[in-house]
């Protein structure tokens, strides 16, 4: 392609020196106006160096016309000096136009090369995070489940025990040893639903829907809101890593929703359909659209979609907002 470019500017020029020649008796000085578009065209494809030897050569084609056919010399100085001013002008300027364009190419190559590999870095760090994130909620729930829930499990026991040994002695406190019994189991259920909210290992066993169930019920409990779940489809057929994923989703945004706006309603709607996976979070509080973009949430939620090949969906009405999150689904990959 550039071969040909030169072939064809050559032959330009070649044309240009024949009709200088043909026409300069009848067009006189005006035969060097097309100069200007041939230097300036050579300025832009070779560069500043080639445009101003080009600009020389088109001057010394005019000294030769003006000295053979036109020999004013007065005339000619004065052409002369206005024309090479001209064209060394128009070269040096388009030289300098196509110099800068191909620096702000370089530039902006330079650039995405940079962006890039920013997005790879931010890519690996998010990654990190998730994987560091789901790490620590592993051990913690872990932790909350062998450590303090088994501190209370004995705690229950020995208050059972009290309580039947009050009762068996016949005093009065009896109720009070009930009572600290009652008290430790309601905190040992919180608890067991705290450890798998953070360790959800009953996705594996019972699947999706029993997990956010549960979670819903956990938020019910820690917040003054009503959480209602619905389900359609087999959920059965979802790989566990998804399900995982969509679970963590369904868990960030809810307790994001909880700690932003003044939701009094949460409805939970899962679907599967042949090839869409749908998890849609619909509140009555405050809209989060604006908010979640600059929350620390969204990088994770950003991620975990990646990983699905999963988009979200903003769906506003008069009183309720959805935030719902969607993922391709192959049933046969799946049970491959």
């Excluded at 307790?255 to 090839?275: R, Y």
Aim: charged share 20%; net charge neutral; hydrophobic share 40%.
């Amino acid at each position: 392609m550039r071969h040909r470019t030169t072939i064809l500017y050559t032959l330009t020029w070649i044309t240009y020196f024949g009709f200088t020649v043909v026409t300069f008796p009848q067009l006189g000085s005006s035969v060097i106006i097309p100069v200007f578009a041939l230097v300036g065209l050579g300025s832009w494809l070779y560069r500043s160096t080639i445009g101003l030897i080009l600009a020389l050569i088109a001057v010394i084609h005019h000294f030769l016309l003006n000295t053979y056919i036109h020999p004013d010399y007065s005339i000619y100085y004065q052409d002369r000096l206005t024309g090479t001013l001209l064209i060394t002008v128009t070269a040096l300027i388009t030289g300098s136009l196509r110099r800068n364009m191909d620096g702000i190419k370089h530039l902006n190559a330079e650039l995405d090369r940079t962006v890039l590999k920013r997005n790879a870095e931010l890519d690996t760090l998010s990654r990190n995070l998730i994987e560091s994130t789901e790490y620590f909620r592993t051990r913690r729930g872990q932790d909350l489940h062998d450590g303090i829930g088994q501190e209370l499990t004995g705690i229950q026991l020995y208050s059972t025990a009290l309580a039947d040994q009050l009762v068996s002695e016949l005093e009065t406190c009896a109720s009070l040893a009930f009572s600290l019994n009652n008290r430790a189991r309601n905190v040992h259920d919180l608890v067991r639903r705290a450890a798998r909210s953070l360790f959800p290992v009953q996705i594996e066993e019972v699947g999706l829907p029993p997990a956010l169930n549960e979670l819903a019920a956990f938020a019910e409990e820690t917040k003054p809101v009503k959480v209602a779940l619905h389900t359609c489809g087999n959920l059965n057929d979802i790989p566990s890593a998804t399900a995982l994923e969509f679970y963590r989703i369904g868990q960030e945004t809810i307790f994001f929703i909880l700690n932003t706006t003044n939701s009094k309603n949460i409805s939970v709607d899962v679907g599967l359909s042949a090839s869409i996976l749908c998890l849609e979070i619909t509140h009555d509080g405050n809209a989060v659209e604006s908010l979640l973009p600059q929350s620390q949430e969204a990088r994770l939620l950003e991620y975990r979609l990646k990983q699905i090949h999963g988009k979200l969906h903003f769906i506003k009405s008069k009183v309720t907002e959805s935030l719902r999150f969607e993922a391709p689904f192959n049933p046969r990959l799946s049970h491959s």
